[in-house]
């Protein structure tokens, strides 16, 4: 049954710490996306990666947010420093764009900075 | 900037009735509108798409209806079943990206037995 997974599920932390969170893709997908999802403003796309390359990072806050692929089978977020702010559910998608423009979701990290 | 208009934000109907859900959009470019199922505690699910050149997609209990030129689309669910209480995510394409999309806000639909 093939789909994506992140890690961890659920993330307690203080402000000012950093926070990784993990996804690996389903295997043979190319592309990558990270959303946010909030109350207030819903899903935002934070990133979007095509064969491990960054084509799109304009709605990450560049100062405190990074993301990278070190290799297909591994997708990382990074906040540092955390702030209350950053609180959201986080999802990570894969997809095949060539073949369809479907998003495949993980089930998200929840993250609460206290 | 664009953006995806959905309603109703809550949907609450009796089990076998039908649901219906709308979206406007501003984009005029965009050609590309999927709805997306999220259940409790999971990641949104793909249920239907619909492309600019098609007026109307059906897939089992499920449609989705297009209106260009009005800029609007929405979603029929027919013979509704307590699985299909969720919350419904529309969205559009930005332009013709394949990849960035503008979304709703979501409809918390509520089938009642």
């Known amino acids: 049954d093939a789909r994506v997974t992140q890690t961890p599920r659920h993330k307690v932390t203080e402000m000012g710490q950093e926070v990784t969170m993990r996804c690996q893709p389903i295997l043979g997908h190319n592309t990558v996306f990270w959303y946010r999802q909030t109350m207030m403003q819903g899903l935002e796309l934070l990133a979007y990666f095509r064969n491990r390359a960054p084509l799109d990072d304009s709605g990450m806050p560049k100062d405190r947010f990074s993301a990278e692929m070190p290799d297909a089978t591994l997708a990382t977020l990074k906040i540092q420093p955390s702030e209350p702010r950053d609180s959201a559910v986080y999802f990570c998608a894969s997809g095949l764009p060539v073949s369809s423009t479907e998003a495949f979701f993980g089930q998200g990290t929840r993250l609460t900075v206290v | 900037g664009e953006n995806v208009e959905q309603h109703p934000s809550t949907l609450s109907v009796q089990e076998g009735d039908s649901a219906v859900i709308k979206c406007t959009y501003s984009?005029?470019?965009?050609?590309?509108f999927p709805w997306y199922k999220q259940e409790l505690g999971k990641g949104p699910q793909l249920i239907i798409d619909i492309r600019s050149n098609v007026g109307e997609k059906k897939d089992q209990r499920i449609a989705v209806t297009l209106n260009k030129t009005a800029k609007h689309f929405s979603l029929h669910i027919t013979e509704t079943q307590p699985e299909d209480s969720a919350v419904y995510f529309c969205a559009a394409s930005k332009g013709d990206s394949n990849y960035q999309l503008i979304w709703g806000a979501g409809t918390k639909l509520i089938i009642k037995p």
């Open positions: 984009d005029s470019a965009s050609n590309y």
